[in-house]
């Protein structure tokens, strides 16, 4: 499957901004889901995932309340809702894919391989 992700920007403190990830060669369904991010000298981090069905979502602790994911896989798309953005939310976002099973969820979504990745989107939050 190929990934690409779009949506990101400049944004004030207490903004909002809504990323995308486009998905084509193989089933969207077939794959859970993620939404990792990198900022400048850190190590890339897990923000977000959800199950194949959409029906698990699980988020890292930094973004819960404030980011939201989801999916349409009827059009391949997966999208980060992500709002109250802080100035430590700047980095690039990434989307990426796992070919799980139809059972994995919660906790477990953050602990996938994701052998898929996305060429990444740049979100900066000024302050």
């Known amino acids: 499957v190929q990934l690409q992700a779009s949506g990101g920007g400049l944004v004030q403190a207490g903004g909002s901004l809504r990323l995308s990830c486009a998905a084509s060669g193989r089933t969207l369904s077939n794959y859970a889901m993620g939404w990792f991010r990198q900022a400048p000298g850190k190590e890339r981090e897990f923000v977000a995932a959800i199950n194949r069905s959409g029906g698990s979502k699980y988020y890292a602790d930094s973004v819960k309340g404030r980011f939201t994911i989801s999916r349409d896989n009827a059009k391949s798309a997966v999208s980060l809702q992500m709002n109250s953005l802080k100035p430590e939310d700047t980095a690039v976002y990434y989307c990426?894919?796992?070919?799980?099973?139809?059972?994995?969820?919660?906790?477990?979504?953050?602990?996938?391989?994701?052998?898929?990745w996305g060429q990444g989107t740049q979100v900066t939050v000024s302050s």
């Open positions: 990426a894919a796992d070919r799980t099973t139809w059972f994995t969820s919660g906790r477990d979504l953050e602990d996938l391989r994701y052998d898929y």
